[in-house]
């Protein structure tokens, strides 16, 4: 059940924002048909603002709209995933680069506290808790570096890459792999050593392509 909208943004950004949440968490399943009238209700908010949060998620390729005009939860699979393991080769290594000559103090200890929280998580055997932090680690590093065309489009992996674990949640072997692979890159940026970081951020994501089966055409 969605929360109803009650905060000071755009009544259409809540709406989106909240729907997508619901999205990526599978908590709206793919394929799951969303009723604009039951939306409405349950945000407590009008068709309008609505039909504005819908086309936000459309143009993100999390709905579409079904030839009844209904919007419909998109599905991930294993050939976006591919795509997608493409776009962050030639983003990621390239953004934690820029990130040992950009990284300041506070970043490094908010790396430091995502590595403490990711690995809590795994001790518990948290996976969705593990997909979270795993997918804010290059969020810091977005932000650090400052680049506005940067942070939408890592943004934008997250959700695919949430989505994608949190389906079948049966990738937990992975995680402690991924964790000590996130360390050696944070050594790497606090030795400030731009080569050996885009190395073992390239390393990292065709190894997770490889645990995952799917063949990078790169």
């Known amino acids: 059940m969605l929360s109803r909208i009650k905060s000071s943004k755009s009544l259409a950004d809540q709406a989106y924002l909240a729907i997508k949440d619901e999205i990526v968490k599978n908590r709206f399943k793919p394929k799951e048909v969303l ?46 995933m591919i795509k997608m393991f493409v776009v962050r080769l030639g983003v990621e290594p390239v953004l934690i680069r820029l990130a040992c000559r950009l990284m300041d103090e506070e970043t490094l200890i908010k790396l430091d506290e995502n590595l403490a929280l990711t690995q809590a998580a795994v001790d518990r055997g948290d996976l969705r808790t593990v997909v979270e932090y795993e997918m804010k680690f290059d969020a810091i590093l977005a932000e650090c570096v400052g680049n ?71």
């Open 148 to 218: 506005e065309h940067i942070t939408p489009i890592i943004s934008s992996i997250g959700v695919y890459m949430e989505r994608y674990f949190l389906l079948s949640l049966k990738h937990y072997s992975m995680c402690p792999v991924a964790l000590a692979e996130h360390r050696e890159m944070v050594r790497a940026i606090k030795e400030r050593d731009g080569d050996k970081a885009a190395a073992s951020s390239a390393a990292h994501l065709r190894r997770m392509a490889s645990d995952l089966d799917l063949p990078l055409p790169i």
């Open 35 to 80: 009723l604009e009238e039951n939306l409405a209700a349950s945000l407590g908010i009008s068709r309008t603002p609505l039909r504005v949060a819908l086309k936000k998620l459309e143009f993100e390729r999390l709905i579409y709209v079904n030839s009844s005009k209904q919007a419909v939860v998109a599905d991930v699979t294993r050939e976006d």
